[in-house]
């Protein structure tokens, strides 16, 4: 039954690729295959996804790739949020695409694997995308935006990075989770991610706060400070992290908005915060 609900849906142009509602998918689109002979790990997911609540995440992480007409060198690796759980890829992903290709920047939206207590896999497939990414555009500034969940994919991968190839050049963090213990964690995330009994060890690795070097990448990062789903201790920390150790950060908190926005147009600081981010953009380096 709801394999014949999907497929009505899907040709009605009602649910995208990625499982979610959506107003539109670009019609630029490049389709990649982040591992075409196959990953080197595996997340051991629990069913298929078919038959999952995870019905909108991935088995076999995918890039989509939308090239900017005028493009002035930089790229956006994008990791939709969803608590480790699922992807929000209209929303917190294609939305996105036409106001950054207007901007001359290019846009990769990353279906990755979810974690299932092993968070090597969504970071592998960050790594990867990275690697395809810096292949496709050389002298490019290569960068990562990631919401919620997905936000602390990103910090993760500007913070646990193996390379000179797989560090972004900057990351862009909205409402991001940054700590998987201690009072402003999201559990859910932090079980799906990690399991049930991590270790302290394990805890300490992926607070991603406490891995800031001098090396981090710059970061832009927004956040409300309504947040119900994700406390705003999150962005202040890792932005305190990054000040600490001299890296350029640019935070920006509104009063109120709550959890999840990401490009909705009705979000009352939709022009403050698309105006700071295109400057940011323009004076990056």
């Not at 295959?33 to 595996?42: F, K, Q, R, S, Y």
């Not at 406390?231 to 908190?253: E, G, K």
Request: charged fraction near 15%; aromatic fraction near 12%; proline fraction near 8%.
């Amino acid at each position: 039954m709801r394999l014949t609900l999907l497929f009505i849906l899907l040709s009605l142009g009602v649910v995208a690729r990625g499982g979610m509602p959506v107003e539109f998918i670009p019609e630029n689109e490049e389709v990649i295959l982040v591992w075409p002979d196959g990953a080197p790990n595996d997340n051991f997911s629990p069913t298929s996804i078919t038959d999952s609540v995870e019905w909108n995440a991935v088995d076999t992480p995918v890039l989509h790739l939308f090239r900017s007409p005028v493009p002035t060198g930089k790229v956006v690796l994008m990791c939709p949020g969803g608590g480790y759980r699922h992807l929000g890829v209209q929303n917190e992903g294609y939305s996105f695409v036409p106001w950054y290709n207007d901007l001359g920047v290019d846009v990769a939206v990353l279906q990755y694997r979810m974690p299932y207590g092993h968070p090597e896999v969504p970071l592998s497939d960050v790594h990867r995308s990275m690697r395809i990414l810096r292949e496709r555009f050389p002298s490019s500034l290569v960068g990562i935006q990631g919401f919620s969940a997905g936000g602390h994919l990103a910090s993760m991968a500007a913070t646990h990075y193996t390379d000179s190839i797989t560090r972004p050049d900057f990351q862009i963090l909205f409402y991001p989770v940054i700590a998987v213990s201690g009072p402003n964690a999201h559990v859910g995330s932090s079980q799906r991610l990690l399991g049930e009994n991590p270790s302290d060890e394990m805890l300490s690795l992926y607070n991603n706060h406490l891995q800031v070097t001098p090396d981090t990448p710059a970061a832009f990062i927004v956040h409300s400070s309504d947040d119900s789903i994700v406390p705003v201790a999150n962005s202040i920390d890792y932005y305190n992290a990054l000040v600490a150790n001299h890296v350029p950060a640019s935070l920006h908190i509104y009063p109120f908005g709550d959890h999840g926005w990401g490009f909705a147009k009705g979000f009352a600081f939709f022009p403050m915060w698309t105006a700071e981010l295109a400057l940011w953009l323009s004076i990056l380096k």
